[in-house]
């Protein structure tokens, strides 16, 4: 009995208690800890969504479309996206009102050489491609003398592909920032404008080169722009079989 009633054997029957009123505490601290974390986080969420939706609102309706694409694309890429550069070159196809200083209307209906360079990111199936495009100098004559008009922008696009072997397909939307440089007889001048972009094209993916045939409508309502091209590609990034 002696034995049994020992502060020793007492203190040892205790530790257990004692341990488990200590794991107790620290879960509960961690618990807190956490429930802190997630409020800072939640808060700092709600203040970058505010300050996303300040800088949206501030843009005009097309704007807010590639924005909300943009975010869309960047949130689905992985690590196999591609990096890639290109130029293509071939015929524009322009329809383009002038109007003089008098308020007259004339119009410019012609084809003219075209090229572009682009710059595009893309993953798999889904990406968005940039660069900048001339379009060539449309011109005719007229009892005023000659009609002209420059086209050359920057566009941006988000873009989707499918590919069947070497094979591939793609589609893509987007704006085209146009600047016209325009005459009619000795009267001169320019104009900018936002039009809506989008394409269709073909390709065949060989390793990292690429070569592309696309089709890519450009203007809106009276000013008619479209592009027949063909050019070539270089991915800047290893391919899925050279990673492998």
């Known amino acids: 009995m002696h034995i049994l009633e020992s502060p020793f054997l007492a203190e040892i029957e205790a530790a257990p208690k004692s341990l488990l009123h200590i794991t107790i505490h620290l879960i509960g601290l961690t618990l807190d800890v956490m429930c ?10 709600h203040r970058a969504y505010i300050h996303v939706f300040l800088t949206v609102s501030k843009f005009n309706k097309m704007n807010k479309t590639l924005f909300a694409l943009a975010l869309f694309i960047f949130a689905s890429f992985g690590l196999q996206a591609q990096i890639y550069i290109g130029a293509s070159v071939g015929n524009s196809f322009v329809n383009k009102n002038l109007e003089d200083v008098n308020g007259d209307d004339f119009t410019v209906d012609e084809n003219a050489f075209a090229y572009k360079v682009y710059a595009g990111y893309s993953t798999k ?24 008009t420059k086209i050359t922008g920057f566009d941006v696009a988000a873009r989707g592909k499918v590919n069947l072997g070497p094979v591939f397909a793609f589609a893509k939307a987007g704006a085209f920032f146009a600047k016209y440089e325009n005459e009619i007889g000795t009267y001169s001048y320019s104009e900018n404008s936002t039009n809506f972009l989008w394409g269709l094209g073909a390709g065949l993916q060989l390793n990292r080169l690429g070569i592309r045939l696309e089709y890519e409508g450009l203007g809106k309502e009276s000013n008619s722009l479209s592009m027949l091209t063909a050019g070539l590609s270089f991915n800047l990034s290893r391919t899925e079989e050279e990673m492998e």
Do not use: P, Q
């Open 125 to 148: 199936f889904l990406g968005i491609e940039g660069g900048y495009r001339d379009l060539g100098e449309a011109k005719r004559d007229v009892d005023l003398g000659k009609l002209r």
């Open 36 to 45: 802190v974390f997630f409020r800072i986080l939640s808060f700092l969420i």
